[in-house]
Nanobody, 115 residues
Framework: QVQLVESGGGLVQAGGSLRLSCVAS????????MGWYRQAPGKQRDLVAR???????NYADSVKGRFTISRDNAKSTVYLQMNSLNPDDPAVYYC?????????WGQGTQVTVSS
């Protein structure tokens, strides 16, 4: 398994921005598909954004145009830039790394949006 450590969560006003980071303990990081998921209280964990090993991205409809996923393979890090945060965005955000049979999750980072 790959160890994933998220950071960057916190409290932000509606309309504000945050950037989440996820560092992987994996020297073959560039071969992994990486994703950000979120889970609000009482709800299921849903995909927010995903980036393949080749750099292709896909987003949940609710965040298109506001969130951007990117990766820095030299730093074994995936980012989630979140702009125009709104009251639908608060959740615990989790990082996920996938390659073949390897499927690893981070511990999550809390994002809170104040109105």
């Amino acid at each position: 398994q790959v160890q994933l450590v998220e950071s960057g969560g916190g409290l932000v006003q509606a309309g504000g921005s945050l950037r989440l980071s996820c560092v992987a303990s994996e020297i073959m990081f560039s071969l992994y598909a990486m994703g950000w998921y979120r889970q609000a209280p009482g709800k299921q964990r849903d995909l927010v954004a995903r980036i393949s090993a080749s750099g292709s991205t896909n987003y949940a409809d609710s965040v298109k145009g506001r969130f951007t996923i990117s990766r820095d393979n030299a730093k074994s890090t995936v980012y989630l830039q979140m702009n125009s945060l709104n009251p639908d965005d608060p959740a615990v955000y989790y990082c996920r790394g996938e390659r073949g049979f390897v499927d690893s999750w981070g511990q999550g980072t809390q994002v809170t949006v104040s109105s």
